[in-house]
């Protein structure tokens, strides 16, 4: 059975703030926390960032509320604040014992109140019976192995087209086949629970860069500090944790700098050593994000709405969507499938590096 294994980077190892330009413009690193193969570092305003129009928002967990999937592969939704707008994040999904699973396909805004259906979402349960009537919704979010083909099929209809897909994906780890996501989370929840507070948030944290086996897989940025509270945790278990299962499963191991002994003269010295180390390793991280965040991204936008702009980014082999309010981008997900460029056999394809 495979089973990550721990390895925290405590908050209080101490880095030098690293501030980040283009896609991440007002956004600095902060502290790393790990787990297994899955390394996580810290996105949070940089010092002088304006965060006015990022504050203004509703939360998901206390504001978006499933209210009834009316046929399959449509859901209907709606903001329960009367005052702010709220960003639904993509690839979130609604998960309901004893009743259908749906899941989006992209990014949406909901104005204060407002009750929107949608369309272009994905059953990702395939033969469960019962559609979901004014459900007590519990929040998943869609696997990194399975978003690349999520994102390519929006605004288009037919409630099974993520089947096949999520076929593949339960396959890969091992599990029955079939259109059933379930099938994956179901037997491996106990081993995903634990991220849920082993990847822990600091203070004004607004978001997040997910590692693999020592390769980025995605950056993840919320609007406000109150949102990634209950966004990081979702990410955290059902979007890039299986990742890192799938990783330690094909026999990738942690990238980490290994730890000179040379000479060491008592636990104070190792201890020092070991910072040391860290703080190297955070600021090689950030390098990498920043690398990231200052693509030259296609942009393509998909939806103008309640005077945001949400925009379709694409770099191979990153894709992903962003939300901005005029010039500044109030919340964005862009990610690659990483594991399937690591390849299967504990090395890294070309592609990878």
């Known amino acids: 059975m495979t089973r990550l294994k721990t390895q925290l980077v405590k908050p209080d190892v101490r880095v030098t703030p690293r501030a980040f330009g283009g896609l991440l413009t007002g956004l600095e690193a902060g502290p790393v926390l ?31 509320k499933l209210v009834e999937v009316p046929t399959y592969g449509t859901v209907v939704l709606r ?30 805004v909901l104005e204060a109140g407002e009750t929107l259906q949608v369309k272009d979402c994905f059953c990702i349960q395939a033969a469960q019976g019962g559609l979901l009537k004014e459900a007590q919704q519990r929040f998943l979010m869609l696997p990194l192995g399975l978003r690349h083909a999520a994102l ?6 037919g409630y099974s087209r993520l089947w096949g897909e999520i076929d593949g994906f339960t396959r890969q780890h091992g599990f029955a086949t079939g259109g059933h996501l379930e099938r994956f989370l179901r037997p491996t929840f106990g081993r995903l629970l634990p991220l849920r507070h082993a990847i822990e948030t600091i203070d004004g944290q607004v978001g997040a860069a997910y590692f693999v086996a020592g390769r980025l897989a995605g950056v993840e940025v919320a609007p406000h500090e109150g949102y990634w509270q209950e966004l ?37 010295d190792l201890a020092d050593r070991l910072r040391d180390v860290r703080v190297r390793e955070s600021n090689v991280r950030a390098d990498i994000v920043q690398e990231l965040a200052t693509l030259f991204f296609d942009q393509q936008v998909d939806e103008d709405r309640h005077g945001l702009r949400v925009v379709t980014l694409g770099y191979n082999p990153w894709v992903g969507q962003a939300i901005r309010d005029g010039r500044q981008i109030v919340y964005a997900s862009v990610f690659r499938d990483v594991v399937a460029q690591l390849g299967r056999d504990g090395k890294g394809s070309p592609e990878a590096k």
């Not at 297994?36 to 129009?53: E, F, H, M, T, Y």
């Not at 945790?233 to 299986?242: H, N, R, S, T």
């Not at 094909?250 to 700098?257: A, I, K, L, M, T």
């Open 34 to 64: 790990s787990w297994g193969l899955l390394d996580v570092v810290s996105l949070r305003l940089a010092p002088g960032a304006d965060p006015s129009k990022r504050e203004q928002f509703a939360t998901p967990e206390e504001h978006l």
């Open 232 to 268: 990081s945790p979702i990410l955290a278990m059902y979007c890039y944790g299986p990742a890192a299962l799938l990783a330690e499963r094909r026999g990738h191991e942690r990238v980490s700098e290994p730890l000179d002994l040379d000479g060491l003269t008592d636990l104070d």
């Open 152 to 157: 390519a099929k929006r605004h288009t209809e």
């Open 79 to 108: 903001n329960t604040s009367t005052d702010d707008r709220l960003l639904v994040p993509m690839h979130v999904g609604f998960f309901q014992p004893g009743a259908q699973n749906h899941a989006t396909s992209r990014a949406l």
